[in-house]
């Protein structure tokens, strides 16, 4: 699907960050783009995580730590499906049901997505697509970027028990609306916002 948003023609190169990235392969929303030249920054709370994604995608950029509203340090729940890992409490709550089950909780550096971006992205980059899979802590991300540095032509967010009908209630959904995005398309909990400058006769 996002390969069809962005064109064909276009998924040959490019540049992503991926927000709650998991694992190089795994549930992974830009492994299919890795594999055809893209290169992109990748973050994780869990530890580990850098190290395979270095030895599985050396293009890439991989940083561990996690993101938010602000720099800190949060508590991280760490579920026997690490696929679960969040810094909701309330999801974590909501998640521990068999046959998933929190198995420790780790104290976990937090900054926010503009400073990762400051950074980390390359000078002059413009990034193709921000993906965010945090497991009901995206509002907090999306917070966190300067969207006048920082406007990604696609935004994949995964949000929660949102249908359609009540995505405009969303407050995640409402900062992207604010900063001149609009809903293109959803998956099952994943929904596609596109910049409006970018796709301004639509898809």
């Avoid at 990762?116 to 917070?143: C, M, N, R, V, W």
């Avoid at 970027?145 to 249908?163: G, H, Q």
Wanted: charged share 20%; net charge neutral; glycine share 6%.
């Amino acid at each position: 699907m996002l390969a069809r948003i962005l064109g064909e023609q276009e998924v040959s190169a490019g540049y992503f960050v991926d927000i709650g990235a998991h694992h190089p392969v795994r549930f992974s929303n830009t492994y299919y783009f890795y594999r055809r030249g893209w290169r992109g920054i990748n973050v994780d709370a869990l530890p580990g995580t850098k190290k395979l994604f270095q030895r599985m995608r050396p293009r890439d950029i991989t940083i561990e730590c996690g993101v938010g509203s602000c720099e800190g340090v949060l508590k991280y729940f760490l579920f026997n499906e690490p696929a679960l890992n969040t810094f909701s409490e309330q999801e974590a709550k909501k998640k521990e049901h068999r046959p998933y089950r929190i198995v420790n909780t780790l104290q976990i550096p937090v900054v926010t997505l503009k400073q990762i971006l400051d950074e980390y992205l390359p000078g002059g980059t413009k990034i193709d697509f921000l993906t965010i899979d945090a497991e009901g802590f995206d509002h907090e991300i999306i917070s966190s970027n300067d969207w006048s540095l920082y406007r990604p032509r696609v935004v994949l967010v995964e949000l929660l028990n949102t249908d359609m009908q009540n995505l405009a209630m969303h407050p995640t959904a409402q900062i992207l609306y604010r900063h001149n995005y609009r809903a293109m398309s959803k998956t099952l909990n994943t929904y596609f916002f596109v910049a409006n400058e970018a796709f301004p006769q639509g898809v």
